[in-house]
């Protein structure tokens, strides 16, 4: 088959929409598939065996607005190219993120005249309003929803103060659009059973629509280490949001170290240093305890998961949990929130995890110090969350796992063609 793959943004770390697009386009390409990325900015970084075995990346530049080092940026008029530009610096004026939508007019923009290239596209998380256009282009269209960002916004509105409840829920603005496009794709990925739920609860799909497949992991790079560093915690959170419930493993940690003197947590993250993150660990007297690192490679998140005595995931919901899985994939024991689809993606009865509840830092800082305090445990945590990773998560199958749901999208889009043929006939 010959695949577009769509991603309005592609972080290569610690985003999992980036580490999606990175491995399934790969997997897909050594199963003999041809993939054509179109992302926006930040572009996706392919591993040499992608490359080799022919994926390419089309890029679909924005205005780069929200980007570093200079977000929310007022471009120069030099920078202007058409209105879809007008439309991205409009949306940021009034606070709201349009990125999903400006990319998906693009890239159908693009795709218009490329309708002979392409049997499939396949939509990332972006489900903008161009997704209709490029199914009216005839394209057999298909779309991962990796969880309804109904979430996160609930939580940053309930996070934020005064005025600006108003700005958080107005950044979140496009998900009426994407509400509105799901409803008119007729198939429909997604990572879990518990996300499934929740997205046809948000976003009114019908029961029938979306088919779960769930993430993988690569478990030749992660992979247990043979030395661990006594007392250290690792945590990966691809945003400092209210979503990832950094704030309660902070004060976990806060609560250990008044008791232990080896306690260090390592937070894989990209911090604003004047948000609550950082304001909360000088608050709480914990700079010496925590060291914050962002930018890591895959091999470099590995060696640090294999390098800890407990992984933990505290988020407040997680449609999937790629940290957790990766942890596991290393053999390090974790400490997780019993939210969204983490039970789900680690099993129950303590098979690789110790599960606790969300927003409960007192309950995180027990399972942390009960794993700390029992060496037994852990190893029986470690080697059952290898063996789950082993056995449920690849992103070989995973791949296969697509491309067979591609051939059933292509499948419908035929005898649809062919009844509307029939029809006009």
Same mark, same amino acid.
């Given at each position: 088959?010959?695949?577009?793959?769509?991603?309005?943004?592609?972080?290569?770390?610690?985003?999992?929409?980036?580490?999606?697009?990175?491995?399934?386009?790969?997997?897909?390409?050594?199963?003999?598939?041809?993939?054509?990325?179109?992302?926006?900015?930040?572009?996706?970084?392919?591993?040499?065996?992608?490359?080799?075995?022919?994926?390419?990346?089309?890029?679909?530049?924005?205005?780069?607005?929200?980007?570093?080092?200079?977000?929310?940026?007022?471009?120069?008029?030099?920078?202007?190219?058409?209105?879809?530009?007008?439309?991205?610096?409009?949306?940021?004026?009034?606070?709201?993120?349009?990125?999903?939508?400006?990319?998906?007019?693009?890239?159908?923009?693009?795709?218009?005249?490329?309708?002979?290239?392409?049997?499939?596209?396949?939509? &990332?998380?972006?489900?903008?309003?161009?997704?209709?256009?490029?199914?009216?282009?005839?394209?057999?269209?298909?779309?991962?929803?990796?969880?309804?960002?109904?979430?996160?916004?609930?939580?940053?509105?309930?996070?934020?103060?005064?005025?600006?409840?108003?700005?958080?829920?107005?950044?979140?603005?496009?998900?009426?659009?994407?509400?509105?496009?799901?409803?008119?794709?007729?198939?429909?990925?997604?990572?879990?059973?518990?996300?499934?739920?929740?997205?046809?609860?948000?976003?009114?799909?019908?029961?029938?629509?979306?088919?779960?497949?769930?993430?993988?992991?690569?478990?030749?790079?992660?992979?247990?280490?043979?030395?661990?560093?006594?007392?250290?915690?690792?945590?990966?959170?691809?945003?400092?949001?209210?979503?990832?419930?950094?704030?309660?493993?902070?004060?976990?940690?806060?609560?250990?170290?008044?008791?232990?003197?080896?306690?260090?947590?390592?937070?894989?993250?990209?911090?604003?240093? &004047?948000?609550?993150?950082?304001?909360?660990?000088?608050?709480?007297?914990?700079?010496?305890?925590?060291?914050?690192?962002?930018?890591?490679?895959?091999?470099?998140?590995?060696?640090?998961?294999?390098?800890?005595?407990?992984?933990?995931?505290?988020?407040?919901?997680?449609?999937?949990?790629?940290?957790?899985?990766?942890?596991?994939?290393?053999?390090?024991?974790?400490?997780?929130?019993?939210?969204?689809?983490?039970?789900?993606?680690?099993?129950?009865?303590?098979?690789?995890?110790?599960?606790?509840?969300?927003?409960?830092?007192?309950?995180?800082?027990?399972?942390?110090?009960?794993?700390?305090?029992?060496?037994?445990?852990?190893?029986?945590?470690?080697?059952?969350?290898?063996?789950?990773?082993?056995? &449920?998560?690849?992103?070989?199958?995973?791949?296969?796992?697509?491309?067979?749901?591609?051939?059933?999208?292509?499948?419908?889009?035929?005898?649809?063609?062919?009844?509307?043929?029939?029809?006009?006939?």
């Amino acid at each position: 088959m010959r695949i577009a793959l769509l991603s309005y943004r592609s972080k290569p770390h610690c985003g999992g929409q980036g580490v999606y697009v990175r491995h399934l386009s790969r997997e897909l390409a050594l199963l003999g598939h041809s993939v054509e990325i179109f992302s926006g900015q930040p572009y996706p970084e392919l591993d040499q065996s992608a490359i080799d075995a022919g994926v390419t990346i089309t890029k679909v530049p924005s205005l780069g607005l929200y980007d570093e080092p200079d977000p929310f940026r007022t471009p120069g008029l030099s920078e202007y190219r058409d209105w879809i530009d007008l439309l991205e610096v409009g949306s940021m004026w009034t606070a709201s993120f349009g990125e999903p939508l400006t990319f998906s007019l693009r890239v159908a923009r693009l795709l218009k005249e490329r309708r002979d290239d392409f049997d499939i596209v396949h939509d &990332n998380q972006c489900l903008g309003y161009g997704l209709l256009d490029i199914q009216k282009a005839g394209f057999p269209l298909i779309a991962t929803i990796h969880h309804p960002i109904t979430r996160d916004r609930t939580l940053a509105v309930r996070a934020a103060k005064g005025w600006r409840k108003i700005t958080a829920w107005r950044w979140h603005s496009f998900l009426r659009m994407q509400g509105r496009v799901s409803r008119r794709i007729p198939e429909l990925l997604t990572v879990s059973r518990s996300s499934e739920v929740d997205i046809r609860k948000a976003f009114d799909i019908p029961s029938g629509r979306i088919t779960t497949i769930p993430l993988g992991v690569d478990t030749e790079i992660f992979t247990p280490g043979t030395e661990r560093v006594p007392g250290r915690i690792v945590s990966i959170a691809s945003a400092d949001a209210p979503l990832k419930g950094v704030s309660y493993l902070l004060e976990a940690v806060a609560k250990l170290a008044a008791e232990r003197d080896d306690v260090q947590l390592v937070l894989v993250s990209k911090l604003d240093p &004047n948000g609550p993150s950082a304001a909360m660990i000088e608050d709480l007297a914990i700079a010496d305890r925590v060291s914050v690192v962002s930018g890591l490679e895959d091999s470099e998140i590995a060696e640090l998961l294999a390098s800890a005595e407990v992984a933990c995931v505290p988020s407040l919901y997680e449609g999937f949990s790629l940290p957790a899985v990766e942890a596991m994939s290393c053999g390090t024991p974790l400490v997780a929130t019993r939210a969204g689809a983490i039970p789900e993606v680690v099993g129950t009865g303590e098979e690789a995890a110790l599960l606790v509840p969300p927003r409960d830092s007192g309950r995180l800082a027990q399972a942390i110090g009960r794993l700390f305090d029992d060496a037994e445990l852990r190893a029986r945590l470690g080697s059952g969350g290898r063996r789950r990773a082993e056995e &449920n998560y690849s992103w070989a199958a995973v791949a296969a796992k697509t491309a067979a749901h591609y051939e059933t999208v292509l499948a419908g889009h035929r005898r649809a063609t062919e009844g509307t043929s029939s029809a006009d006939s």
